[in-house]
């Protein structure tokens, strides 16, 4: 105990002990989460529609000025799946339904990280006010989070979108209008839950300030819900989107799994399934990866099953 | 340190380091107001453990968080008194003391931490668990020692090095202490952090205090956190430490290392103690004095032996037969009759009158004060007080058999 006040050598300064344990922790959660089957198919299916996404240039070399323009090939109309060139098939106007879904992952994965982006940190932040200062602040937040909250949120965005125009960006402001609630709500709830501890007395004790204790203590004992909501929305997110773009709110002919669906829901009573069955399963797909993803992480990091 | 202090007047050499006169804190509730500390005065005097014992409920806890103004107001409302405090400048030259409960939230944040310094009841509590041992340490540093943490510079450090030292480093400017005009400067710090934090750290005798640094509080048994704390609460030298049950979560043998801790520390930082407990036998083998609360009011003061020995409010008397020993191991434990009383609204009477078995009518009706008369230790009682200066017939004062029972 006592050659303990000794000096020893530390070569490496304290630094990279905090991120060997960091990363040490996120193994150790990385494992729990990848135990549950379900949410490892979710994780296997999210990289695989990720990396598509990422890859669509190179699985699909765009030949139009805009790639995430759907290029046409007025020489194959309603071709089936399997035609030479068209292994998915076309729409009636003559759009390869496999580069619909390939271009359609990278709008999708575009869309749900801008959205996410920005309803993460407004949401966050604005939480964050109504639950650290707590009082009339808190009460007027909340009270306009509840008119938000009391709208339906496919209807809520659809009217917003609807209003602006048709276009991938009102789309997307659409559903950044609609979707920061809800981290508003997680955010001030973990907030007024963590403020009462005692280690942030024990920081006031120390003579710490009001910033420095919500940035050092408060906000990241509180984000992790956050985190998992963040995850489940990347799949909400793309399953409104595509809605929106369904009933025709994007640009036409837009590389989107929504405007597929709709480009080929014609043809369904003809018998051309293709069309709108692929780019809507797409989605069904991400939506189903992340929610499972989302819910295996919950039970990982949710706080209420901490500590088994 | 014998007979009470009295508070010298403003402006003079002062012998104590703190002076609570007349402390109430009340709480708002919907039942009513709670007179949580309602009247309390006692000092601390230079170099002194004082405990505060009482039970569950009293207010000890609630006097102790205010002295750094913790306690959320609403609910809590400072109602009345003030806590005064000479840190070592004035007691020294001989400066006037600060007004706690006054002070403006600038001279807080430097008092806190810095001056005075807590520790808390439950260490796994009292620790962020998303930051290393380190860190949290460290912050004492940097919100109070930037210029000791600026040591050893050849000229001035960079300002952005600075900043960092006061903790006020931008997002941009940590980007730059990863490159190197910066980064030589940045490691430096790094490593007088590391210094000054391992330092702390070894004072409180904790195994490998390099190896803790790095780890996060789950890593580490309750007694190691609660040395984390004291090295925490100590870095600065402060002149009064409040240590409000800091063994209570802790196990026994554990328990008695930390005390031993405590009082090594004492003795060398001349710090000042308050030290809050409902655990007699702690308090009697750490405290040079004691203050015995009850219901939101001190009973009696006295030094440790003299409380010990011929306790003379019923309360403490009560409280010391019900320490269980060895003497009779078998047969029930004693206990104090009743129960504690309401603090909500309380009535202009003695707090103890319903439970004391010496109780007259004298009681329900009179408040009794700490009154410090010539050659006795103050005690709220009405058995020491002269019918005469109260107005009252002798046959109406309790008699206590003197005895400690």
Known sequence: ?308 | MTAPATVPPDGKTSALVASVQDLKVHFETKAGRVHAVDGVSFDIVDGEILGLVGETGCGKSVTARSFLRLIPTPPGIYAGGRIQFWDKEARQVGGAPIDLLQAPTSEMLDIRGNRIAMIFQDPGKALNPALPIREQVAEVFYQHRTEELLEGWNGKPPLAIRRAAGERARLLERVAFKVPPLRSHARRLRRRVDELVGDALAETQIPNPRKIMASYPHELSGGMKQRVMIAQALSCNPDLLIADEPTTALDVTIQARILELIRDLQHRHQTSVLYISHDLSLVRRICDRIAVMYAGRIAEIGETHEVFHEPLHPYTRGLLAAVPSFAHTRGELAAIEGTVPELIDPPDACRFHTRCAFATDLCSRVDPVLDARPGMRPVACHAYSSAQALGVATDEIPRLDRRAS
């Not at chain 1, 994780?43 to 046409?72: E, S």
Request: hydrophobic content about 50%.
């Open chain 1, 1 to 308: 105990m006592v050659d303990a006040a000794a000096p020893q050598p530390f070569p490496t300064s304290a630094a990279s002990g905090p991120l060997a344990v960091r990363f040490r922790r996120f193994l150790e959660v990385a494992r729990q989460v990848l135990r549950n089957p379900t949410t490892l198919i979710g994780l296997i299916i999210i990289v695989t529609l990720i990396g598509m996404a990422l890859l669509a240039p190179v699985i699909m070399t765009p030949n139009v000025p805009d790639p995430y323009q759907m290029p046409r090939d007025w020489g194959a109309l309603n071709a089936p799946p399997g035609t030479v060139g068209h292994p998915f098939g076309t729409t009636a106007t003559g759009g390869d339904v496999l580069y619909g879904v390939v271009w359609g992952s990278r709008t999708s994965l575009r869309m749900s990280i801008i959205v996410v982006g920005i309803t993460m940190v407004v949401g966050t932040a604005i939480g964050s006010i109504a639950g650290f200062v707590g009082g009339k602040v808190d009460e007027v937040i909340m009270r306009i989070v509840d008119v938000f909250l009391a709208i339906p949120e496919l209807i809520f965005a659809l009217a917003i979108a609807a209003v602006l125009g048709p276009s991938f960006g009102n789309i997307i402001f659409a559903l950044s209008v609609v979707f920061w609630v809800k981290f508003a709500r997680i955010i001030r709830g973990q907030i007024i839950h963590v403020k009462h501890n005692e280690y942030v007395d024990s920081a006031r004790v120390i003579g710490d300030s009001k910033f420095n204790i919500y940035r050092k203590d408060v906000l990241p004992n509180s984000v992790t819900p956050v985190v998992v909501q963040a995850t489940l929305d990347m799949g909400n997110i793309v399953l409104v989107g595509a809605t929106l773009s369904f009933i025709g709110l994007a640009e036409a002919g837009l590389a989107e799994w929504g405007v597929l669906v709709s480009e080929g829901q014609a043809g369904i009573s003809s018998g051309r399934w293709w069309a709108s069955t692929i780019p809507g399963a797409m989605v069904f797909l991400w939506a189903l990866a992340f929610n499972l993803f989302g819910d295996g992480l919950r039970d990982v990091l949710d706080p209420r099953t901490e500590g088994r």
